[in-house]
């Protein structure tokens, strides 16, 4: 699979930003699709997560109640939608496909090259 993310930019704190993953290649719908993070002197980590037909999403606590995942299969692409952005959500943005759930970047095995999303107070 090959993942195209985009969406990323400057946002104020309490603003909002849209993030896509656009993928190809392997099948689209049968993958779990994720999102990940990593700020600047720190690991990645796990935002988010969606099943192949949508019906379970997961998220860090962090961000519960502000972000939601979503995924098109017909436009073969995953989506993030971020409210009440915070200074801490500042970071460069990663999609990720997988064969199941996971929560540790080692369960994906296909990377989109990443968008940068700046939070400014």
């Known amino acids: 699979v090959q993942l195209q993310a985009s969406g990323g930019g400057l946002a104020q704190a309490g603003g909002s930003l849209n993030l896509s993953c656009a993928a190809s290649?392997?099948?689209?719908?049968?993958?779990?699709m994720a999102w990940f993070r990593q700020a600047p002197g720190k690991e990645r980590e796990f935002v988010a997560s969606i099943t192949w037909n949508g019906d379970v999403a997961s998220y860090i606590d962090s961000v519960k109640g502000r972000f939601t995942i979503s995924r098109d299969i017909a436009k073969n692409t995953v989506y993030l939608q971020m409210n009440s952005l915070k200074i801490e959500d500042t970071a460069v943005y990663y999609c990720?496909?997988?064969?199941?759930?996971?929560?540790?970047?080692?369960?994906?095995?296909?990377w989109g090259q990443g968008t940068q999303v700046t939070v400014s107070s």
């Open positions: 290649g392997h099948p689209f719908s049968k993958n779990v």
């Open positions: 990720a496909s997988g064969p199941r759930l996971s929560g540790s970047r080692f369960g994906y095995d296909s």
